[in-house]
């Protein structure tokens, strides 16, 4: 397409991506009940079914009773009540330049290597014409779209594809499955949707869209991604720039379904506020996330960086249901100052000759508790599957913690499972042959973290690989010593 | 188990011996009447299934001076120092102790003196942490003997300690609740054997609680061997603490009971001691064992080991929960942890949970944990040898199940528990698919 076509097209579409949507300047009220749901559907003007999934996720949280007595995990009440459900989109201050920004922030993104654009874009700058990111964002879109791959905000597919998504929302992640996802199917704001019909390659990393369309999409995050059979896609949340949100509570659910033959990579980078040094403030992000692998020969694998946060609650899983299907859990969990991670993963094997791999690494810093929980499940039925896990733990200081909680399960006599995990510190004779060799202390250390976590990191696109071992430098700064 | 209400009037009515144990009791029998029978639904006891034990009917057991024939199961290295009980009740007839060192004591607390009482009321419940602990609490609720056992400082025991639990037939549906207080003073070193053997195919609940407490540079061998009836139940619990530079090893063998449970606990309380949980469990039918330990480093410049072994063939179900924790003074900890399961048949089943819970950095902790079957490559070197399948295969089996037997010191015992492994392995071989 030539310049002057796509800047035609530009001009003769609706200007949809500005500030004409309309805002609601009215009061929401706080805390949740029926009428509350009901509002929340009105407003987002859903199709029907869609009160009838809210109401009902609502009515099996009134049920279903909060989680307090987790394991090592020390949590304040969330007062529920005091939670406004419903927020209109927002529109953040618009900054002229770089210069009115908080220099601590630029020097984040400095140390990240985020191009210069971007840290406009991040901080909220009006950004010049050329890196206009709608403009480059359309381009994409318009790929997208000539290839039939389907990717836009899940309010807005459940305006215009109502039929898919109902077919698969709450499928893999029901609607009664724990407290926070009954909360999230109930209140949820919104999210992406993605969905890649048959036999199509999504023609570029969702990440790169993403990067440039990073929208604040709330507290109630809800994601659905759906790869027909022999189609593949690959997507990238978050972002390692620091990201701050004025809310305590971060319930987000994500579901993935492939089919047969189809391949999902699903990877996330958390750098939400993590709080202080004395754990005040911090976003709890309790997430729920999982894959069904439906088909056989299906192919979903999970990539996480967990950074941020001063509670991270999540096991991205996946269900092995197809013979032959693969299910991957790449991860890095790094805690500092009084973070605390309980994060692993589920793989429910259900399918003949299914196989799943776990690397898990998980680092402690300062006051930090870190915890590897896992299930490995290969049931009666699941002859001839494999599951590989490996968990590392290192602890940086005296005042953390490394927890793993694996638990095992076999059903039948012709499958195998394998569980590997190590508790470690850097050593100082690593150090040692580091800075003789000229590097200084704290490069050395994070050449070392860098290192142990390398097997996750080749799991995440090229440029996210790189910037995630800066974030991991930046993240442990002063704890080392 | 019955209305707790009706097993409590049962204790209550019960004519108990031991005077001076009533207090201790009464106590314990407050603290059960408020704990409520451990179900799926608490972490501790998640996987096991308790369902049968819930639904028997339980009695006390009672004395009665039965013919039993001990000799199968006596041990020639243990001639001078068995102790046997039968059906829970010390048989003087059947036990022997004789040459013991100076300043030992090898007693059953009926047996025991006025200063032993002492002693015996400072250290029961001291190292078991019994909280909430349904079955520890019934047998401290009805405990009325046990074995006292005290080697002084720097002193061996030349021949291992056999305590013998037998059960008999007329113990059918009885609780029975073996004790045991092992004291290993400075540098003292012993051999201790707990063996449980039913006499024949019936249902009993036994739920033994065993403490050990070790003194600088003890070092003490312990085995428990439970051998129950393939009808029985067998709830056991026993808590250690490893003082500085002492060595404890233990080794906990299970081949019967319907449903056994086996919580192990070791305490590493001073520097540089060491410590080994081995153990081996080889189940079929519909058996259903579980074995929880916790590795407690609580100094620094310690190390243990454990490696625990299972095969499970039929219908029956192997759960394994192996704790390491490090507190956080405990540095330069050196643990390591394996557990390996062989699952031979598709109605079985395997859980298991290797836990680290790690405070200090400068350590070197890991754990492994396997759940396969009998490596193909393996039985088809033992082929290309001559040898066929099923031969290969139990081969393989009694080899792999022999490296934990392989460890113990005791000859005769060691024999005795090979011949056991050898019939399992010919056992569970003999339907497998040629």
Redesign the interface.
């Given at each position: 397409m030539s310049d002057t076509q796509t800047i035609d097209k530009m001009v003769s579409q609706p200007y949809k991506y500005g500030f004409v949507t309309e805002i609601e300047y009215d009061e929401f009220p706080k805390g949740l009940n029926e009428d509350v749901v009901r509002e929340i559907w009105k407003r987002r003007g859903e199709p029907e079914f869609m009160l009838e999934f809210r109401l009902k996720a609502y009515r099996n949280w009134l049920k279903m009773e909060e989680p307090m007595n987790w394991p090592n995990l020390d949590i304040k009440p969330i007062k529920y009540d005091e939670i406004t459900y419903y927020s209109a989109p927002k529109i953040k201050k618009q900054l002229n330049s770089l210069d009115e920004v908080d220099p601590v922030l630029l020097e984040t993104y400095e140390k990240l290597g985020i191009p210069l654009s971007e840290q406009k874009r991040l901080a909220n700058v009006a950004v010049d014409a050329v890196f206009d990111s709608v403009s480059v964002a359309t381009t994409f879109r318009e790929k997208l779209k000539e290839a039939g791959v389907i990717f836009c905000s899940i309010s807005e597919a459940l305006k215009e594809y109502p039929e898919l998504v109902q077919k698969y929302l709450g499928s893999v992640v029901p609607s009664n499955d724990n407290f926070f996802a009954a909360l999230n199917s109930a209140v949820f704001s919104d999210g992406s949707f993605v969905f890649v019909p048959k036999g199509v390659k999504c023609p570029m990393e969702l990440n790169t869209y993403f990067r440039i369309n990073n929208e604040e999409s709330g507290q109630f995050e809800r994601t659905l991604i759906v790869a027909e059979e022999y189609a593949s896609v690959s997507y990238l949340e978050g972002c390692t720039a620091p990201q701050f949100s004025t809310n305590l509570l971060h319930a987000a659910v994500v579901e993935l379904v492939a089919l047969d033959h189809a391949d999902i990579k699903y990877s996330t980078v958390q750098n939400w506020y993590a709080g202080d040094e004395e754990g005040n403030g911090g976003i709890y992000n309790f997430v729920t996330k999982r894959g069904i692998c439906k088909g056989d020969f299906a192919k979903i694998s999970w990539t996480q960086v967990e950074t941020g946060s001063a509670i991270t609650w999540k096991y991205p899983s996946v269900i092995l249901k197809g013979d032959n299907s693969i299910g991957e859990f790449y991860s890095v969990a790094l805690t500092n100052k009084m973070q605390q991670a309980d994060t692993g993963t589920k793989m429910i094997h259900l399918g003949k000759n299914t196989s799943s791999t776990i690397i898990s690494k998980g680092i402690s810093a300062g006051k930090s508790n870190n915890s590897y929980r896992g299930l490995v499940k290969i049931g009666p039925k699941a002859t001839g599957s494999r599951n590989y896990s490996q968990c590392d733990s290192m602890l940086i200081g005296n005042n953390c913690g490394a927890h793993t909680f694996p638990y095992i399960q076999q059903q039948n006599s012709k499958s195998s499972i394998e569980h590997e995990a190590t508790t470690s510190r850097v050593g100082e004779d690593q150090i040692f042959y580091l800075q003789q060799r000229g590097l200084s202390e704290e490069d050395a250390i994070s050449m070392i973290i860098n290192g142990f976590c390398k097997d996750v990191f080749a799991e995440l696109p090229m440029e996210f690989a790189v910037e995630a071992q800066k974030l991991l430098g930046i993240k442990l700064e002063g704890s080392v010593g | 188990m019955q209305a707790k209400e009706t097993l409590q009037s049962l204790i209550q009515n019960h004519s108990f011996q031991l005077e001076f144990l009533s207090d201790y009791r009464n106590a314990a029998l407050e603290r059960f009447k408020s704990i409520k029978f451990p179900t799926n639904r608490d972490?501790e006891w998640r996987f096991l299934n308790l369902k049968d034990i819930a639904r028997a009917d339980f009695k006390l057991s009672t004395a009665s001076n039965i013919q039993v024939d001990v000799t199968p199961y006596l041990l020639e290295e243990a001639i001078d120092s068995t102790l046997v009980f039968v059906n829970g009740f010390f048989r003087q007839d059947l036990s022997r102790i004789e040459n013991l060192p100076k300043g030992a004591c090898l007693k059953t607390f009926s047996d025991a003196g006025e200063p032993q009482y002492n002693e015996l009321e400072t250290h029961l419940g001291s190292l078991i942490h019994p909280k909430d602990d349904f079955f520890v609490e019934l047998n401290s609720a009805i405990v009325d003997n046990g074995v006292l056992v005290f080697i002084p400082k720097e002193t061996k025991f030349e021949s291992p300690v056999h305590i013998l639990n037998l059960v008999t037939k007329e113990a059918e549906g009885a609780v029975i609740a073996p004790r045991c207080v092992i004291l290993a003073d400075a540098f003292a070193k012993a051999t201790i054997i707990e063996d449980f053997i039913g006499l024949g195919e019936f249902e009993y609940l036994n739920i033994p609680v065993a403490e050990i407490r070790m003194a600088e540079g003890a070092h003490l061998q312990h085995y428990r061997i439970q051998r129950e009836s393939k009808k029985a139940f067998h709830i056991n619990r026993l808590g250690t603490k490893v003082d500085q530079n002492a060595d404890y090893q233990s080794y906990t063998i299970h081949f019967g009971a319907k449903v056994s449970r086996s919580d192990v606990r070791a305490d590493l309380t001073g520097e540089q001691s060491n410590s080994i949980l081995d153990g081996l469990v080889l189940i079929n039918g519909e058996q259903e064992s579980d074995t929880h330990t916790l590795m407690h480093h609580q100094q620094p410049n310690c190390t243990s080991h454990q490696l625990h072994k299972v095969v499970v063939d039929d219908k029956a179900h192997s759960v394994f929960n192996g704790k390491i924790w490090v507190d956080?003074i405990a540095?330069k900890t050196d643990s390591f942890q394996e557990n390996r399961?062989i699952?031979?048949?598709?109605?079985?089943?395997?859980?298991?949970?290797?836990?680290?819970?790690?405070?200090?950095?400068?350590?070197?902790?890991?754990?492994?944990?396997?759940?396969?079957?009998l490596d193909e490559e393996e039985v088809f070197y033992l082929k290309s040898r001559g040898l066929d399948e099923l031969t290969s295969k139990e081969l393989l089996i009694y080899g792999y199940a022999l490296e934990v037997i392989e460890n113990l010191e005791v000859e005769s015992l060691k024999k005795q528990l090979s011949a056991y492994v050898s019939t399992y392995a010919h056992q569970v071989t003999e339907h497998l698919p040629a």
């Open positions: - | 972490e956080q540095q399961n699952l031979l048949s598709d109605n079985g089943t395997v859980d298991t949970k290797p836990q680290l819970e790690i405070f200090a950095d400068d350590v070197r902790c890991s754990h492994g944990a396997t759940v396969g079957q």
